[in-house]
């Protein structure tokens, strides 16, 4: 009653007494166990735990449990948490086990359940990347705006261009400004009809700033419990040609000046062709001749090993996104960075460029537990090259260990008493590690 397994075993380490208490221990072939050395009764890989078992327990520290698997029937693992202490002047040990066969059950749930959130979330980033290449390229002006204030929250550039907006604000101006303010109304009396309705008919209307007559047509959607319209603008008479080549060329280059993220040209042999405002400050550069024909190693990378890598794989697939690596600075800062490169190959002279996207110090913050562990399979792969295996590996088991505390708090409803039973702890044991987590009051083991 006291344990799913206790042995008795003499000096020698051969198991004298026994007894189950166990459904998956208590069977014929674990009962043949009498008379064996406890060595013999465990997996190759737990043999070492057996021995240190059994040296502590002759010791006069304190003993410190541990876990051993037992080959159980069918060829099924039974992990078993043992403690073990001498007993008598023959030296004699008594271990005492619990059976972790539910723990590692619910621990292998949890691992799926993340796994399956993970790709979760890289289906819908990958659906995100396409709505938005879509909306950007789409040559029908789209504006989308919130439903209650009538704020616009999003417009492609067709839609800034149409509307001869492209050097003004658009995001937060209210989207009745955009029509002549003769025919505002009849766009609200619409706005009106599709918040009601969900649909109406479209409507005419004249641009503000080049009098152009649109056919307007407005849908409703919701997202993030929040109503917003999707304006579409249709042109009556057909646009005149586009502009010059020229002109879209030398806007890109602005865009590429004036982009908060750091974006980089090189040669092939990694030598900077050019880089905007944004790479310069991260990299503590006054001015872009500082950089041109320099190496790009001198700044990105950790002792030339993550370049490498980066540019091994830019060259294999053509690009290359998420890359986790260091921006180090002139002065010594040090920055994490996240990049996406290209490697364009067709033009005359073949380049690469880099986007580089500071990581923002409240994500890795929020990402981390209390004591700054990783909390996703994609967070510890990122741990590779920067902390040493041994590290990360016992990181891997407190966060199993912090999932499984915290799954049983949520299956219990947060009921400290029933979480212990469940996990199989002393409920001295579950305050010890929620303080360790962070998940509980300081006063919850007065309480």
């Not at 050097?167 to 619409?190: A, C, K, T, W, Y």
């Not at 000046?257 to 400050?281: K, Q």
Request: net charge negative; glycine share 8%; with cysteine.
């Amino acid at each position: 009653m006291a344990a799913d397994v206790a042995l008795v075993i003499d000096g020698e380490g051969v198991i004298e007494d026994l007894s189950f208490g166990s459904d998956m221990l208590s069977n014929d072939e674990h009962r043949d166990w009498l008379g064996r050395p406890w060595i013999d009764t465990v997996t190759a890989e737990s043999r070492p735990k057996v021995e240190q078992l059994l040296r502590d327990a002759a010791g006069d520290g304190p003993a410190r449990g541990r876990e051993v698997n037992h080959q159980g029937s069918g060829g099924q693992i039974v992990p078993v948490r043992y403690a073990a202490l001498r007993v008598g002047g023959e030296g004699r040990v008594v271990a005492v086990g619990r059976d972790l066969t539910a723990l590692a059950d619910l621990q292998q749930q949890l691992i799926r359940a993340q796994q399956s959130m993970e790709r979760e979330y890289a289906r819908l980033r990958h659906a995100e990347t396409r709505y938005r290449l879509l909306f950007q390229i789409s040559s029908e002006a789209v504006l989308i705006a919130d439903a209650m204030s009538q704020k616009v929250v999003d417009a492609n550039p067709a839609a800034t261009e149409l509307t001869g907006a492209a050097n003004v604000r658009m995001i937060g101006r209210d989207v009745l400004d955009v029509f002549n303010p003769d025919d505002r109304e009849s766009v609200r009396q619409l706005l009106t009809e599709v918040r009601f309705a969900g649909r109406a008919d479209g409507v005419r209307a004249r641009l503000a700033r080049s009098g152009a007559e649109m056919v307007v047509s407005a849908s409703l959607f919701r997202q993030e419990n929040t109503a917003h319209y999707l304006l579409r603008l249709t042109p009556l008479i057909a646009t005149t040609a586009p502009p010059p080549m020229s002109r879209h060329r030398t806007s890109v280059q602005e865009v590429v000046e004036a982009l908060p993220d750091s974006f980089v040209v090189t040669a092939p042999d990694r030598r900077i062709l050019s880089a905007n405002r944004a790479f310069l400050d991260l990299a503590q550069i006054a001015t872009e001749q500082q950089v041109r024909g320099e190496l790009l190693d001198r700044w990105v990378g950790r002792a030339g090993v993550d370049l490498n890598v980066l540019m091994a794989n830019l060259r294999e697939h053509g690009s290359i996104r998420s890359f986790g690596t260091v921006v180090r600075g002139e002065y010594g800062t040090m920055e994490d960075v996240e990049v996406s490169a290209v490697a364009a190959r067709d033009g005359e002279e073949p380049c690469y460029g880099f986007v580089l996207r500071p990581i923002a110090r409240a994500l890795v913050a929020e990402a981390k537990s209390a004591e700054g562990l990783p909390r996703s399979v994609e967070q510890l792969t990122e741990l590779v090259g920067r902390v040493p295996l041994r590290e990360i590996v016992r990181d891997t088991t407190d966060i199993i260990e912090r999932l499984c505390v915290e799954a049983a708090l949520q299956m219990t409803g947060d009921n400290r008493a029933s979480a212990s039973q469940l996990l199989g702890l002393s409920r001295q044991s579950l305050y010890a590690k929620l303080r360790r987590y962070g998940l509980g009051d300081e006063h919850d083991e007065e309480s």
